[in-house]
């Protein structure tokens, strides 16, 4: 099981940077959003993969990781989730308002001089 | 009066003042200096009132922690020494304040002036009162600082710009080095609280960090003090206007230096490292200023050398391993303060009543200046060591020592005696200098203005200052010597040795060595007297070692030469070579570490695998590499697989057990893949062509190298990934969260506790960022000019017209709407749905999967629908609350309101508050004020994914309003614009 999710977080991950490297800016912003998949599920994964563990407590209980999936890696990929799209929005408007002013979706602003 | 209040009266009070000052208006002069003298008299009275308790060898100490567990608080300390010094700072402020009060011409922007000296005064005050050693050296930098904006007071001329910059750059550089010294200097002591420190010396001195704390402390007080080679920043300064030079930089800012070194003497003083630097930085210092002193035309260019000379004097007593020379450079600093500032003063009145300070334009001022004449020529006395004047005294301390001292060598010592005696002989030639050639002579003739006395109260500060030197002068132990004797003991304690202040010790070796360098003087001016007058060009034999050139080649190799090469080198303006160093460096640095350390197997045993998760990632990593393959030439394709990436991440997270993340990531992911649509329309088209700019090779190898580097990223982090799964999670903070969720934070979903309760003030920032974000896209919107290539409306759309068109009978756009009607009808009925749908994950966020951000975006994607379907029109027709706005404020004040609530009952920001309400009908309702915070977080996302979703939907609109067009248009409504704000 371990090593399915790894070898998908790689494979992402590798898609994405691959794009990153890419003179488009839409392949970029793909990239960024492959890259930010893989990472929040490897920060994700960091809590330790368990299947059918509760993630709920029961009333006027107080939970142990033996019964609960570890709770602070959720917490903190639910932020990165919501930060990642709030970026993806950016860079997407950002980019868009570059293509206006300089005619190119080139990267740098201007196509590649040869 | 409780010490507390005493020394934060000394050192807010000026600040409190400088800003007052720096509110009036601009003419307002009078009001200014009014306001600046009485602050300085009221702390001249708050140091005097500290009298009582000083004398006795007490101290007044006020601390105030601020970080505890660093060992970081503001203290505030002082005593004798200390007290000295601060009564030199608000006493000689007071004077330079009425002083300048005449010298500021009108037309100045005087507040202003006045608001900087106030503020330099506080920051001096604080520096000389600082009971922690971070903290002085930030009072130091503030002090340089405020130096800075002094001396460029006259912004408007390059001298000043120039020798204000310089200044700062050598004082601030030496700050720094300080600063870095009292790190330390605290580090080898185990705290920064001065008194801690002061006991220390012994730790401090066989440590061998000794030698590195030392050699920084005194680069900051040597830069600061313009010592050798740092001097050459002093007479840059003095294009500040007089007042500054008289207070900054001959009786205060530059004391700061010795300040130092004399209040760390104790404890760091009495090695031959010490002696070494200190004493020998001092005496190159105190020969090179007086000697290049002498060949100054400019009459504070001669006293800013003449301080370098003094200071140097003071830090050469500094650095000779005696007691008694300590008590000389304390001395020996108040007397210089008096004198000198007297003089800078003098040379202000002058070049205000002649328009010039030329020394070879000036003479015979004696005839319509009598009283200044006077003055001037006794502090030029006491500054030449004239007996009956407080020059005198201190000079033969300095002699004294000069001959009894202990040096790290033995030839030193015969040196010593005759250096004093040469650099004493000098000063009597510089103040001969200044006094005969501008005050005698033949009368003056061809000046700017036609010199006459100055007003009565322009000359007072200088008659209060001249009549100290002569009492000090005539009675040293009657007048300044219970003083002197506080800070002499203040610093050294029980050490200190018997000395005695007296105007006659009888015929001893330093009074023959004070006749013989007068007379020496003497006969030095009148040999040079002509070529003087005439004019010289710079000091004899140094002329070349100019160490300004020096200071600004250096300046100009390494903030412009040495930068233009680096970039040259280094620097790309190209943005994949940037990404791909950036990349290297992180694979390298991550698996370098890996390969270091080394990894060995995990602990745990890997689960079997599950077919049906195995086959969802299969399909997981074909969306993925599809995407990147796919990403340049079929964009939309791209953004489907993409979305098929996130779903398979989706249902990932549901399968190991993390609900909240699943459905936060699925609305996520509807909501980016129609910002990315949204996008699509204003990309160029872009078709496979064969028509290639560059060979083919040079494209396949750049790939090739980027499928390397993005293969081994791959590899990695799926190496990395399975590493740390296999491996025990280590215990953090999951049972402390788990533990407290329920009993605690009243919630049962804990992912949901940890973010609006445990780390709700992270998720406060968050939504912060989101709201910015959402502004800043609606911002870039605004002014969005399309390229001129996607202008045009796109094709499909142009067909959909076209067909309208064909029918006469149809309005633009029915086509669109006929199609979409069942769709259009269905998205109707699901809208009070999802609305109901999300209140029930906003309130039972806290115990069970949901929450504010979930919620948000399944609103947001129930409005966004309707815009899809229905048409920009007849959804803004329909949902006039939609004010994105509106809601992004609503959201931010909900949820810091909550925070800030819990300060009505006096608990700190952000606590929360929760209780069971038993409700009719809807049962046990959570009530935690968290659930508010929540709500605000809802309004907040809700905002914000609608703003930036709207105000790239409507560029769409806008783009065919603005343009020129060639085909029907549709209808725009004027709301369009409205409701999201944007201008057509």
């Given at each position: ?16 940077v ?97 | ?45 708050l ?34 020494f ?68 002094l ?104 004391k700061?230096?010795?300040f ?23 005496l190159?210092t ?18 800013a ?14 650095g ?38 030329d ?15 006077r ?29 009894s ?54 000359r ?32 050294l304690?029980d ?36 070529r ?47 990404l791909?160093?950036i990349?290297?460096?992180a ?8 390969f ?27 969306c ?44 996520v ?5 129609v910002?990315?649509?949204l ?51 280590p ?35 968050e ?7 959402a502004?800043?896209t ?5 002014r969005?000019?399309?390229?001129a290539?996607s ?9 959909q ?11 633009d756009?029915r ?36 929450g ?44 810091a ?11 700190p ?9 038993d ?11 968290a659930?508010?915070f929540d ?5 907040l ?7 930036m ?10 783009g ?24 057509g």
């Amino acid at each position: 099981m371990e090593l399915v999710v790894s070898l998908g977080i790689g494979i992402v991950a590798g898609s994405g940077v691959w794009l990153l490297l890419r003179p488009r800016t839409f392949q970029v912003i793909i990239g960024l959003s492959l890259l930010s998949y893989a990472v929040n599920l490897f920060i994700f994964s960091t809590g330790g993969l368990r299947s059918g563990a509760a993630a709920v407590l029961a009333r006027d209980e107080a939970g142990t990781l033996a019964q609960y999936a570890d709770p602070l890696p959720q917490a903190l990929v639910l932020t990165a989730i919501v930060i990642g799209f709030a970026t993806t929005a950016l860079l997407l408007v950002v980019l868009l308002a570059a293509r206006g002013l300089t005619g190119t979706d080139h990267v740098d602003g201007r196509e590649r001089d040869q | 009066m409780p010490d507390g209040i005493v020394l934060a009266c000394l050192v807010g009070l000026p600040f409190v003042a400088a800003i007052v000052a720096g509110l009036l208006p601009t003419r307002a002069r009078d009001t200014a200096s009014m306001l600046a003298g009485a602050v300085a008299l009221v702390c001249l009275g708050l140091v005097w009132s500290a009298y009582g308790t000083v004398s006795g060898g007490g101290v007044l100490r006020a601390e105030l922690p601020w970080m505890p567990q660093l060992g970081l608080s503001i203290v505030l300390r002082m005593d004798g020494f200390a007290w000295l010094f601060a009564g030199l700072i608000t006493g000689i402020g007071a004077l330079v304040v009425l002083y300048a009060r005449y010298y500021m011409s009108a037309e100045d922007p005087v507040p202003r002036f006045f608001s900087f000296l106030l503020a330099f005064m506080g920051a001096m005050t604080g520096l000389v009162l600082s009971g922690h050693l971070v903290q002085l050296a930030l009072f130091w930098e503030l002090t340089s600082f405020l130096s800075f904006l002094l001396i460029g007071y006259w912004h408007h001329t390059a001298a000043a710009r120039d020798g204000a910059r310089m200044a700062l750059t050598i004082t601030a550089t030496g700050g720094l080095s300080l600063f870095a010294g009292v790190l330390v200097l605290g580090h080898i002591v185990g705290s920064y609280d001065l008194d801690v420190v002061l006991a220390a010396g012994d730790t401090i001195r066989d440590h061998p960090l000794y030698i590195v704390a030392l050699i920084l402390i005194v680069l900051g007080a040597l830069t600061k003090s313009a010592q050798f080679p740092f001097h050459f920043w002093l007479p840059h300064a003095m294009a500040a206007p007089t007042p500054v030079s008289a207070y900054l930089h001959s009786a205060t800012l530059v004391k700061a230096g010795v300040f130092l070194l004399a209040r760390l003497w104790p404890v760091m003083a009495g090695t031959d490292a010490w002696a070494w630097t200190v004493g020998l930085a001092g005496l190159i210092t105190m020969l090179i200023g007086a000697y290049i002193a002498i060949f100054q035309n400019d009459l504070k260019g001669l006293l800013a050398y003449s301080t370098i000379s003094h200071l140097g004097l003071i830090t050469l007593l500094l650095g000779l391993k005696s007691e008694l020379a300590l008590i000389a450079a304390i001395f020996h600093t108040m007397n210089h303060a008096a004198f000198k500032c007297s003089l800078f003063m003098a040379a202000g009145i002058i070049d205000h009543e002649t328009g010039t300070r030329d020394i070879r334009r000036l003479s015979g001022l004696n005839g319509p200046m009598p009283f200044t004449a006077r003055l001037a020529l006794v502090a030029a006395a006491a500054m030449a060591g004239v007996p009956l004047l407080n020059g005198f005294i201190s000079k033969e301390m300095f002699f004294a020592e000069a001959l009894s001292a202990t040096a790290p060598v033995h030839p030193l010592l015969n040196v010593l005696p005759l250096a004093a005696m040469l650099a004493s002989a000098f000063s009597v030639v510089y103040s001969l200098r200044f006094i005969h050639g501008v005050f005698f002579g033949s009368p003056p003739t061809d000046l700017p203005r036609t010199p006459h006395e100055p007003a009565t109260w322009m000359r007072f500060p200088v008659e209060i200052l001249v009549l100290t030197c002569i009492m000090v002068g005539v009675l040293p132990a009657a007048t300044v010597g219970p003083y002197l004797d506080i800070a002499a003991r203040a610093v050294l304690g029980d050490a200190t040795p018997y000395y005695s202040l007296a105007v006659w010790h009888g015929v001893n070796l330093p009074l023959l060595m004070s006749v013989v360098a007068m007379a020496a003087g003497v006969t030095i001016y009148l040999i040079l007297q002509r070529r003087l007058r005439e004019g010289m060009d710079g000091p004899p034999l140094i002329r070349h070692l100019d160490a300004q050139r020096l200071f600004e080649r250096a300046m100009v190799t390494l903030s412009w030469r040495l930068a233009r090469t680096l970039e040259r080198i280094a620097g790309t303006r190209r943005l994949q070579p940037q990404l791909r160093l950036i990349l290297i460096a992180a694979i390298v640095a991550g698996a370098g570490a890996a390969f270091v350390r080394g990894v060995g197997p995990g602990n745990l045993v890997p689960a079997p695998i599950d077919p049906v998760l195995a086959l969802l990632w299969v399909v997981g990593a074909a969306c993925a590499l599809g995407a990147a393959w796919q990403a340049k030439f079929h964009r939309l394709a791209a953004t489907i697989l993409l979305g098929g990436v996130g779903l398979v991440v989706c249902v990932t997270f549901v399968w190991f057990s993390a609900p909240d993340l699943a459905l936060t990531q699925l609305t996520v992911e509807i909501v980016t893949t129609v910002l990315l649509l949204l996008g699509l329309r204003w990309l160029p088209k872009r078709m496979q062509s064969s028509s290639a700019r560059e060979p083919e090779v040079l494209g396949r190898t750049r790939r090739l190298r980027d499928l390397a580097i993005a293969t081994a990223a791959g590899g990695c982090m799926a190496m990395l990934a399975y590493v740390v799964m296999t491996r025990t999670p280590p215990e953090l903070l999951a049972q402390h969260f788990l533990a407290r969720a329920y009993l605690e934070g009243g919630g049962t979903n804990v992912v949901n506790v940890i973010l609006v309760d445990f780390r709700g003030f992270d998720t406060l920032g968050e939504i912060f960022v989101v709201g910015v974000v959402a502004l800043t896209t609606f911002a870039l919107l605004r002014r969005f000019r399309p390229a001129a290539d996607s202008v045009e409306l796109p094709e499909q759309q142009r067909d959909q017209l076209e067909a309208d068109e064909a029918r006469h009978a149809r309005d633009d756009g029915r086509h669109v709407a006929d199609w979409l009607l069942v769709p259009f009808t269905l998205t109707r009925l699901l809208f009070p749905v999802m609305l109901v749908a999300a209140a029930f994950l906003l309130l039972r966020g806290h115990d069970l999967p949901g929450g504010g951000f979930s919620a948000g975006m399944v609103v947001a994607i129930a409005i966004i629908l309707q815009y899809i379907v229905g048409g920009t029109e007849w959804t803004e027709d329909r949902l006039s609350l939609l004010r994105p706005p509106a809601w992004i404020g609503t959201g931010l004040l909900l949820a810091a309101g909550t925070g800030v609530a819990a300060w009505a009952f006096g608990l700190p920001f952000m606590t929360s508050y929760f209780s069971y309400a038993d409700l009719p009908v809807l049962g046990k309702v959570p009530m935690a004020s968290a659930l508010i915070f929540d709500i605000g977080v809802f309004v907040l996302v809700v905002g914000a994914t609608l703003l930036m979703l709207i105000a790239l939907a409507h560029q769409s609109v806008r783009g065919r309003r603005s343009t020129p067009r060639t085909l029907p248009q549709a209808k725009a409504s004027p709301r369009v614009a409205d409701a999201v704000g944007g201008g057509g």
